[in-house]
Nanobody, 126 residues
Framework: QVQLVESGGGLVQAGGSLRLSCAAS????????MGWFRQPPGKEREFVAA????????SYADSVKGRFSISRDNANDTVYLQMNSLKPEDTAVYSC???????????????????WGQGTQVTVSS
């Protein structure tokens, strides 16, 4: 079992920055990839970014490339999402997730993720 707790969301003006954190517990953190997803108001959940176990491989949605950066600190069982140049369309509930057993590569498909955090709200005002 894996427990995930996100933090760092809030209200920010367009062009601003936020750093989200996701603290993990319950499994050996350094052995599995992790992902960030978001769900805008009234829309489906969408992929944002993912990182492999070592941090050496990452993937980003086209909409956030060059603005967002995913990283991880295996010593502290935490993954981060640095969000810069925020836009109103980035407004969403952001959740971190861990894939099911056996999935070791970076994956963008939410169906492959088994464990989810409760989410943190990010609101970007224009």
């Amino acid at each position: 079992q894996v427990q995930l707790v996100e933090s760092g969301g809030g209200l920010v003006q367009a062009g601003g920055s936020l750093r989200l954190s996701c603290a993990a517990s319950g499994r050996t953190f350094s052995r599995y990839p992790m992902g960030w997803f978001r769900q805008p108001p009234g829309k489906e959940r969408e992929f944002v970014a993912a990182i492999n176990w070592s941090g050496g491989s990452t993937s980003y949605a086209d909409s956030v490339k060059g603005r967002f950066s995913i990283s991880r600190d295996n010593a502290n069982d935490t993954v981060y999402l640095q969000m810069n140049s925020l836009k109103p369309e980035d407004t969403a509930v952001y959740s971190c997730a861990v894939p099911g057993p056996g999935i070791v590569a970076v994956t963008t498909n939410p169906n492959w993720y088994k464990y989810w955090g409760q989410g943190t709200q990010v609101t970007v005002s224009s």
